[in-house]
């Protein structure tokens, strides 16, 4: 916790970039793949519209998991693709492997019949 407040705080004292945004990988060891949406207004027609960023950053705990909302800062570059480091974990995604699915019994409807298979009738 106390790396994670430091990290923080020279953010912070430096004025570094930091953005908001989706994990959409965490296959790879202490790395995440995060997609940072923002808005742009179109040139030619000023309609507002989404765009996207696929940044890759250090995970060091390898903490952050996929749909988990992340705060990352920018950093020194730490390998090829990699110049943005975790701050914190602003939202956890929704758990959803502890949930059990169960087969409910609906009383007073007709069950519907299997389709039949469809055979070939036309043979030349």
Avoid: C
């Amino acid at each position: 916790m106390a790396v994670e407040t430091a990290e923080k705080e020279t953010a912070q004292a430096r004025n570094l970039r930091t953005e908001i945004g989706i994990v959409t990988s965490d296959k790879r060891q202490k790395t995440i793949t995060v997609e940072v949406k923002h808005m742009v207004k179109h040139a030619q027609y000023g309609k507002y519209i989404y765009r996207s960023t696929k940044l890759h950053a250090h995970d060091e705990k390898n903490e952050a998991k996929r749909g988990d909302r992340v705060e990352i800062f920018e950093a020194r570059p730490l390998s090829k693709q990699k110049r943005w480091r975790l701050l914190r974990i602003v939202e956890r995604a929704a758990d959803l492997a502890g949930i059990e699915v169960k087969e409910v019994e609906v009383t007073g409807a007709k069950p519907k019949p299997a389709p039949e298979a469809k055979t070939e009738e036309k043979k030349a």
